[in-house]
């Protein structure tokens, strides 16, 4: 069932996720974590949490910092003085890293158990209503899919001078991108429906 499941309603559970990572009190945000926890029994999970982490770790350091050192409270080291972050402001910076964790780990198993092709025609279907304003979901589709083709199989210069030196891609030459399209199942539905309750539950 969850190989069924339509790559627009996993999107919407990941969206679902983030807003309760994002929101949920420190309970119910450790219980999310220690289920989170079992992803890393799966490797495909574990690959693409490793690789996120990996990317996002400067970021991580950085909220982290500037948490701890711009928050006002008591100091975590006093005999630094000025130069202690706060023991309030790295509470607060460690929540704001975990939150951002556990994002990306429901991001991982997004990634990880749907394809490119897949993922684009998710956002191709849920970007349906922003057409009544003018977006050409079609060409943003087919250009998100070409431009992530083309960064897959690029090669990889040895210095990112050589990146910068490198000539375009040549534009003239034709190019096509296709999607399947998937039909939207009941199933589909209670899946949202029963995410949309947990979410609730959880933020309650």
């Known amino acids: 069932m969850v190989k069924s499941l339509h790559p627009a309603a996993r999107i919407l559970l990941w969206c679902?996720?983030?807003v309760a990572v994002e929101r949920a009190p420190l309970a119910p945000l450790i219980i999310l974590a220690v289920a989170t926890a079992t992803a890393f029994l799966f490797a495909p999970v574990r690959r693409q949490l490793l690789r996120l982490l990996r990317r996002t770790r400067w970021l991580m350091a950085v909220l982290l910092l500037t948490y701890a050192y711009t928050l006002p409270g008591a100091a975590l080291w006093p005999a630094l003085g000025w130069g202690s972050p706060s023991v309030e402001g790295a509470q607060q910076g460690v929540l704001?890293?975990?939150r951002l964790?556990?994002?990306l780990a429901g991001l991982a198993a997004l990634l990880a158990?749907?394809?490119?092709?897949?993922l684009i025609y998710g956002l191709y279907v849920l970007a349906r209503p922003l057409t009544w304003l003018g977006?050409?979901?079609r060409g943003f589709a087919v250009r998100l899919g070409l431009t992530l083709d083309?960064?897959?199989h690029a090669p990889k210069p040895a210095r990112w001078l050589d990146a910068l030196r490198a000539p375009l891609p040549?534009?003239?030459t034709p190019a096509t991108y296709t999607l399947q399209?998937?039909?939207w199942q009941s199933w589909d539905s209670a899946v949202i429906l029963a995410g949309l309750l947990g979410v609730l539950i959880v933020l309650a």
């Open 16 to 18: 679902g996720w983030a």
């Open 96 to 98: 704001r890293v975990a």
């Open 101 to 103: 964790a556990l994002m």
């Open 113 to 118: 158990y749907t394809s490119r092709p897949r």
């Open 135 to 137: 977006f050409d979901r």
């Open 150 to 152: 083309y960064v897959e």
């Open 170 to 172: 040549d534009e003239a």
């Open 181 to 183: 399209a998937e039909r």
